[in-house]
């Protein structure tokens, strides 16, 4: 108990350091300083060399380079859960190192200020902040509104699968479900994306694998299939594993292909 104590004093430390820097690289470190500082003793650090190389992970990750900047997240219908991975994926980038912004284009979830029944965002300098999470509505273009060279942006698009900012973007995720009264509304905007980007990849959330691999064989294309997640707040192995995917490549193939890379070791395929 005794080593835990001063890792809550050092996350106390850190916490009053990164006041002082700048938004773009202290948020890198709020899950440590969560961590260290948690009410419940029992889910702090340790040890003071298991908050160090937490740390030290952050340092490898900070400046590495990545081919993805631009990051569109659409629902083939309302309730499909885009807004949910769009979140995720936010949250994850952040917890692994990189700068990730959600934007909130579909007014989705800044605009209510909430989750749950709780107003939980905190707001700085235009951002809102919950624990990894770090975002800013879609501003108009007649706002300036800088956003760091480093961040890679997740744009909420909701179900605008005729959005115009899709063709600036470097990945196109398109989330659906197995409902099957929405398998037409599935087909149909997949057609209409697949016209507008090369980058497109599906993620099936919130259903089977078994509807997955239904999904997949109407599409004739493959797709991630997203397990069941509570919190879109909250790491998990899966969201982890993804991102990782998603920014490993540093040279030449398309970004198309990184993405295949990964579906191709770890997903469902259409056969």
Same mark, same amino acid.
Not at 156 to 171: A, F, H, R, S, W
């Given at each position: 108990?005794?080593?835990?104590?001063?890792?809550?004093?050092?996350?106390?430390?850190?916490?009053?350091?990164?006041?002082?820097?700048p938004d773009s690289f202290s948020h890198k470190f709020q899950h440590i300083?969560?961590? %260290?500082?948690?009410?419940? %003793?029992?889910?702090?650090?340790?040890?003071?060399?298991?908050?160090?190389?937490?740390?030290?992970?952050?340092?490898?990750?900070?400046?590495?380079?990545?081919?993805?900047?631009?990051? %569109?997240?659409?629902?083939?219908?309302?309730?499909?859960?885009?807004?949910?991975?769009?979140?995720?994926?936010?949250?994850?980038?952040?917890?692994?190192?990189?700068?990730?912004?959600?934007?909130?284009?579909?007014?989705?979830?800044?605009?209510?200020?909430?989750?749950?029944?709780?107003?939980?965002?905190?707001?700085?300098?235009?951002?809102?902040?919950?624990?990894?999470?770090?975002?800013?509505?879609?501003?108009?273009?007649?706002?300036?509104?800088?956003?760091?060279?480093? %961040?890679?942006?997740?744009?909420?698009?909701?179900?605008?699968?005729?959005?115009?900012?899709?063709?600036?973007?470097?990945?196109?995720?398109?989330?659906?479900?197995?409902?099957?009264?929405?398998?037409?509304?599935?087909?149909?905007?997949?057609?209409?994306?697949?016209?507008?980007?090369?980058?497109?990849?599906?993620?099936?959330?919130?259903?089977?694998?078994?509807d997955a691999s239904a999904i997949a064989t109407l599409l004739n294309c493959?797709?991630?299939?997203?397990?069941?997640?509570?919190?879109?707040?909250?790491?998990?192995?899966?969201?982890?594993?993804?991102?990782?995917?998603?920014?490993?490549?540093?040279?030449?193939?398309?970004?198309?292909?990184?993405?295949?890379?990964?579906?191709?070791k770890s997903i469902l395929h259409h056969s």
């Amino acid at each position: 108990m005794l080593y835990r104590g001063y890792n809550y004093s050092l996350g106390q430390l850190l916490q009053y350091i990164l006041t002082f820097t700048p938004d773009s690289f202290s948020h890198k470190f709020q899950h440590i300083i969560q961590k %260290a500082t948690t009410s419940d %003793a029992s889910l702090r650090y340790v040890t003071v060399a298991e908050l160090y190389q937490e740390i030290q992970e952050i340092q490898k990750l900070t400046g590495q380079p990545h081919l993805i900047h631009k990051i %569109a997240v659409l629902g083939s219908h309302r309730g499909c859960g885009s807004t949910h991975v769009a979140v995720s994926l936010t949250c994850e980038l952040n917890i692994l190192g990189y700068h990730g912004i959600y934007i909130d284009s579909a007014k989705s979830v800044l605009c209510h200020g909430n989750h749950d029944g709780l107003q939980i965002f905190k707001q700085k300098n235009g951002y809102y902040y919950y624990k990894s999470f770090q975002g800013i509505p879609d501003y108009s273009d007649g706002i300036q509104f800088n956003i760091p060279k480093d %961040a890679i942006q997740i744009y909420d698009l909701g179900t605008d699968v005729c959005n115009e900012k899709i063709y600036d973007m470097d990945l196109v995720l398109y989330v659906c479900n197995g409902s099957f009264w929405h398998l037409n509304d599935i087909y149909r905007n997949h057609s209409i994306l697949k016209k507008m980007t090369a980058s497109l990849s599906v993620i099936c959330n919130m259903c089977s694998r078994q509807d997955a691999s239904a999904i997949a064989t109407l599409l004739n294309c493959s797709v991630y299939h997203f397990p069941y997640d509570s919190d879109m707040f909250k790491s998990s192995v899966q969201k982890e594993t993804l991102i990782q995917k998603l920014l490993e490549l540093k040279g030449g193939a398309s970004l198309s292909d990184t993405l295949k890379g990964y579906l191709r070791k770890s997903i469902l395929h259409h056969s």
